[in-house]
């Protein structure tokens, strides 16, 4: 069992930076993959990337390259979603979603899932 808690989420302007955290804790982590999503309103929950836990290897959707990076502290248990020059289109709920084993890219194949922290990015 995995429990997951984002925060940092809030009002923001165009072009600003935004560093979204995700607590976890439950577990030992060797195995876990840490998954980022975000779900606009009225849209499906989209996959923006995620990262192996061990490791700290990446991966990225190919909509979200350029702009959202991953890293993870393990000391701290957090893991963190960096998106740069926010655009009003990343309005959007942002989740993060653990998982014990390889890559997926299928929100629905993540085991742990948390509240989600709300983005909104005014023009």
């Known amino acids: 069992q995995v429990q997951v808690v984002e925060s940092g989420g809030g009002l923001v302007k165009a072009g600003d930076s935004l560093r979204l955290s995700c607590a976890a804790s439950?577990?030992?982590?060797?195995?876990?993959?840490m998954g980022w999503f975000r779900q606009p309103p009225g849209k499906e929950r989209e996959f923006i990337g995620a990262?192996?836990?061990?490791?700290?290897?990446?991966f990225t959707a190919d909509s979200a390259k350029g702009r959202f990076t991953f890293s993870r502290d393990n000391a701290k248990y957090t893991a963190y979603l960096h998106i740069a020059t926010l655009k009003p289109e990343d309005t959007a709920v942002y989740y993060c979603?653990?998982?014990?084993?390889?890559?997926?890219?299928?929100?629905?194949?993540?085991?742990?899932y948390g509240q989600g922290t709300q983005v909104t990015v005014s023009s």
């Open positions: 439950g577990r030992t982590f060797s195995t876990i993959l």
């Open positions: 979603a653990a998982r014990q084993g390889d890559w997926r890219e299928d929100w629905r194949q993540y085991q742990w």
């Open positions: 990262i192996r836990w061990s490791s700290g290897a990446t």
